[in-house]
């Protein structure tokens, strides 16, 4: 068994498990949207989005687009600003500085056509399941049969007649997000939302975002539970400490995949596979070769490792799965001060 | 952007609640939740109590109450008192329960992460407290009318058993009685409200609220005004001297309350204004730091 930094072997399953996601938009036509359906719509767009709570800057200009029709996974490690970004989104919290356009008016204004589900569901304990989706149809202007209908989305008709406060923490969870689907919403914005969840709730979780997606509406999820994201979203976007590390597809994120040669000798081929691929590619790990390359660049490293008279007893390619890149996204953040500004939009490649 | 912003939009008249269904909503919430039961029941309920049970019995033992004769306490159980006797635990004990259930209402939203929750199905945050308040004032004038209404059919009921007069006072007095009673309600709830929100809680609002009816007023009164003109003018000001002074406006003067709180330190109408500005100020206040918070 390969060891690697910081990885335990069992995060291998993650990879290659995505079951089958239907494209961005690909099934968008939808009798919400009159006109005619563009992949690059934004839904939300985010310029230079700052909040700062006293000095501390907890979301650092955050500059984002989520396109209509996709699931947008917000990944970061705890206290990178997720949730701050989010009540940003809905007008719960007001930027410092910066703006964001959710639905084509500024954040706050167009809540009415959002459905969200931020920092866990905040019920009351004292009504039971229904009541209070009956006072949040209220609120929302809706009619009550949306409630029998949300109830049934999440699978809690049963027990809807007993008070929230007796609910399981899974339950919680999924009247939470029943709550948000109330107002048939054109974005639904879920923080966390497996949270407490089982397996099988997870599970329950996906299948709902692929139906929410599927019925053309559009997805942003935060998460830290990468395997899910991988599993779910189409992009995302990595934050740390308040700033944006990566934005991109979930398959460009996992981008490089990890070449691992056996090579004798090794300094050599170092030399060789670092003329070859640029030395911030190349790294040594339990006297293996760990190059950043794509598949198709397999071959040509392996004919000059060769033609240096390098000898080559193996030779392989490792998937990484969201969860390394994430790793080494958000550790090369949070180890010592991070530099200047961190490119978004880039991987951050090589050693560590 | 704007262009296809436009497209983006669901089907036109998808917006929040209206104001009514948002009362609505709060007064489903109200009435499902035991504490506003508990809050807005032992109010008539001490109030029967103190104003005609115990002077009713004790007149039925021939006891005297500080010197008056058991006559003069039938009296005050009778059916012309009913305004008094209805409203006069509102400046003190009614107003503590209130105040209680004003920060409890305002307060719980945020313990429970229930107002983010609300906001987020659309509704404007003036428009979430414009709601919340009028279902209080709501029940509130629910509460004033069950306390006259237990009041009158109790005094009818001794009046029988006594055979005695059963004047019953008209109807302007009853409803300026009904009125200021809701009122000096709204006031004490209003302000609930604002120390639930300003403290994001329940826990030290009701706690700081009960210090201030039960405590700082009464200690301000009763040691701090006969000792320093500046107290003696400042508790004008203070909103249970107000309260006290607008029910004792309304009780009449003929014969006084003996509930603690009731005292006509200024006459009834500056009493009115005073609290109608208490109540104006913490409605606005309340405003100003729900439209400016973050919500967390
Ligand atoms: N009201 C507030 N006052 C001060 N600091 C705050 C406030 N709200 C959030 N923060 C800080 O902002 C940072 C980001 O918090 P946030 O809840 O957005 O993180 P997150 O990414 O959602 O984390 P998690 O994964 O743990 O949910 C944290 O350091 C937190 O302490
Ligand atoms: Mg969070």
Not at chain 1, 86 to 92: A, D, F, I, S, T
Not at chain 2, 84 to 106: D, H, I, K, M, V
Request: hydrophobic content about 45%.
């Amino acid at each position: 068994m390969r060891h690697r930094r910081g990885q335990s072997p069992a995060m291998h399953t993650a990879t290659g498990t995505a079951g089958p996601r239907p494209a961005p938009g690909s099934s968008s036509a939808r009798a919400a949207g009159p006109g005619p359906h563009d992949d690059g719509d934004p839904v939300v767009t985010t310029d230079r989005l700052t909040k700062r709570y006293g000095s501390r800057t907890v979301v650092d200009a955050l500059s984002l687009q989520v396109r209509r029709g996709e699931v947008f996974g917000f990944l970061g490690p705890n206290g990178a600003g997720k949730t701050t970004t989010l009540r940003m989104l809905l007008g719960l919290v007001r930027p410092t500085s910066g703006s964001a356009t959710v639905l084509g008016r500024p954040a706050g204004a167009s809540v009415a056509q959002v459905g969200a589900l931020v920092e866990g569901p905040g019920l009351y304990p004292y009504l039971s399941g229904r009541d209070n989706l009956r006072v949040l149809a209220r609120y929302a202007g809706v009619g009550a049969d949306r409630v029998a209908a949300v109830l049934d989305t999440v699978a809690l008709t049963d027990r809807a007649g007993d008070r929230f406060g007796t609910y399981s923490l899974g339950m919680k969870q999924r009247l939470g997000i029943a709550a948000a689907l109330l107002k048939d919403p054109a974005l639904v914005v879920l923080d966390e939302p497996t949270n407490g969840l089982d397996p099988a709730g997870i599970t329950e979780v996906r299948t709902l975002l692929r139906r929410l997606v599927a019925e053309g509406r559009t997805v942003v999820l935060s998460s830290h539970l990468l395997g899910e994201v991988e599993q779910i979203c189409d992009r995302v976007a990595v934050v740390a400490s308040g700033r944006l590390l990566v934005e991109s597809s979930v398959e460009e994120l996992r981008g490089l995949g990890r070449l691992v040669v056996d090579a004798r000798p090794l300094d050599t081929a170092v030399a060789v596979a670092g003329r070859l691929l640029g030395p911030d590619r190349v790294s040594v790990v339990d006297g293996a070769l760990h190059l950043q390359a794509a598949p198709e660049e397999t071959a040509a490293v392996n004919r000059a490792l060769v033609t240096a008279d390098v000898d080559v007893t193996g030779l392989r390619q490792e998937a990484r799965t969201l969860e390394e890149v994430f790793l080494q996204l958000t550790d090369v953040d949070e180890a010592g001060p991070p530099e200047p500004a961190p490119r978004p939009r880039r991987l951050r490649r090589g050693t560590r | 952007m704007s262009a296809t912003a436009a497209s983006l939009a669901l089907p036109a008249g998808r917006t929040s609640g209206s104001l009514p269904a948002i009362v609505g909503a709060e007064l489903l919430k109200l009435a499902r939740r035991p504490a506003t039961w508990v809050l807005l029941g032992l109010w008539p309920a001490l109030q029967l109590v103190f104003s005609l049970v115990i002077p009713y019995v004790s007149y039925s033992r021939g006891s005297s109450y500080e010197g008056s004769p058991p006559e003069a306490l039938l009296a005050s159980t009778l059916p012309d008192r009913l305004v008094a006797n209805a409203l006069s635990g509102l400046p003190l004990f009614g107003g503590a329960l209130l105040l209680t259930l004003g920060a409890l209402l305002a307060g719980s939203e945020y313990g429970w992460g229930t107002l983010k929750t609300l906001l987020a199905q659309g509704p404007r945050r003036t428009t979430v407290l414009a709601g919340q308040l009028l279902a209080l004032v709501t029940v509130l004038a629910g509460t004033v009318a069950v306390s006259l209404a237990l009041t009158a059919g109790v005094s009818a009921l001794i009046a029988g058993a006594e055979s005695a007069p059963a004047d019953w006072p008209g109807a302007a007095e009853i409803a300026r009685g009904f009125g200021g009673g809701l009122l000096v309600a709204t006031t004490w709830g209003a302000m609930g409200v604002l120390l639930g929100t300003a403290l994001r809680g329940t826990a030290l609002a009701i706690g700081l609220g009960l210090v201030w009816v039960l405590a700082v007023e009464s200690l301000v009164v009763n040691v701090a005004a006969p000792l320093l003109d500046v107290f003696e003018t400042a508790q004008q000001a203070l909103p249970g001297v107000n309260a006290g002074s607008l029910v004792a406006a309304l009780a009449g003067s003929d014969t006084p309350v003996r509930t603690p709180g009731v005292v006509a330190v200024v006459d009834g109408g500056q009493a009115a204004w005073v609290l109608g500005a208490f109540l104006a100020a913490a409605v606005a206040l309340t405003a100003l730091l729900l439209n400016r918070r973050d919500l967390t």
